[in-house]
């Protein structure tokens, strides 16, 4: 990609707009901090199977059980070329482009803005045989972690995360089951030559590295086997045609760091 761009360093903005006296603060402050911890150490260690290896992707579970449903926590790894962190994190997190992306939807809505990088959104999931239909009602907040080392080369993270949460006076009743999640996608971008280096950066310096982690209890009945066979199938998809969908989206743009 030919585009050329100055670069532009973010601020070191406030961590999240949304107030401390907010009631999910400390939840959010929580979950967000223990990601952080988790994708900064990478443990991926051989209680983590292989399940899809494919390029720079690799995506790992671990069979687990909770009340005879399967819970199996899901991670993985890629490595995209041409985009950056928060390029990857804010197409992951805007709620009005979800669909065009996200192929296990019926509908979305968001139901409640806590801030302007928090907010509530209700989903329906397409609907697989032979199990009832899944819904999701969780907040998703966007957040940009700047290196607080001395050291300019210290890590440095977008993070969305979309966590489930209990009710929300907006939602609408259902039939569907409930599922609850906790997923978080953990972005760092790198440059070569590195930022310091003087001179312009384009798309062709730039690679993020993407940790995904996901969290799903089906909330009720489905069959392992269909359950297994369905994620096996589906969080590989999904992280190729999403990423695939941020490099469209930002190929003709000025590079968002
Ligand atoms: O992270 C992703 N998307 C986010 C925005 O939507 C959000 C969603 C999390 C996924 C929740 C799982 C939804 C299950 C719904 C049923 C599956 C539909 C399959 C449709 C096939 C056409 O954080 C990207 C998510 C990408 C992949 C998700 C598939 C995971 C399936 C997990 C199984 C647990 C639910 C069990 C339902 C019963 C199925 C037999």
Redesign the pocket.
């Known amino acids: 990609n030919k585009l050329s761009i100055q670069k532009i360093k973010p601020p070191k903005a406030p961590k999240t707009s949304l107030s401390p006296k907010h009631k999910y603060y400390k939840e959010i402050n929580e979950v967000i901090a223990e990601h952080i911890k988790y994708a900064a150490k990478l443990d991926i260690d051989n209680t983590w199977e292989l399940i899809h290896d494919e390029g720079e992707m690799k995506v790992f579970k671990r069979e687990m059980e909770e009340d005879g449903m399967?819970v199996d926590p899901l991670k993985a790894v890629h490595t995209v070329k041409g985009i950056t962190g928060h390029e990857v994190c804010h197409y992951?997190w805007n709620p009005d482009v979800?669909m065009e992306w996200?192929?296990?939807?019926e509908s979305?809505q968001v139901l409640d803005w806590f801030s302007e990088d928090t907010c509530v959104?209700y989903?329906i999931?397409?609907?697989?045989w032979p199990?009832t239909q899944?819904e999701?009602l969780?907040w998703?907040q966007i957040r940009h972690v700047p290196n607080e080392d001395e050291d300019e080369d210290g890590p440095d993270y977008w993070i969305v995360c979309?966590y489930s949460i209990p009710d929300h006076d907006k939602c609408p009743a259902s039939k569907n089951?409930r599922?609850n999640?906790n997923?978080a996608?953990v972005c760092e971008t790198s440059m070569e030559p590195p930022s310091s280096h003087d001179g312009e950066i384009t798309r062709d310096h730039i690679t993020c590295r993407i940790t995904?982690a996901?969290n799903?209890?089906?909330?009720g009945w489905?069959?392992a086997s269909?359950?297994r066979a369905?994620?096996k199938r589906?969080?590989p998809?999904?992280l190729k045609r999403?990423t695939q969908y941020v490099m469209d989206q930002t190929k003709d743009k000025p590079i968002m760091f």
């Open positions: 399967v992951f979800r996200e192929g296990t939807l979305a959104c989903q999931h397409k609907k697989v199990t899944r999701a969780f998703t979309n089951v599922i999640m997923v996608m995904y996901a799903v209890n089906p909330g489905a069959p269909v359950l369905v994620y589906e969080y998809k999904f999403f």
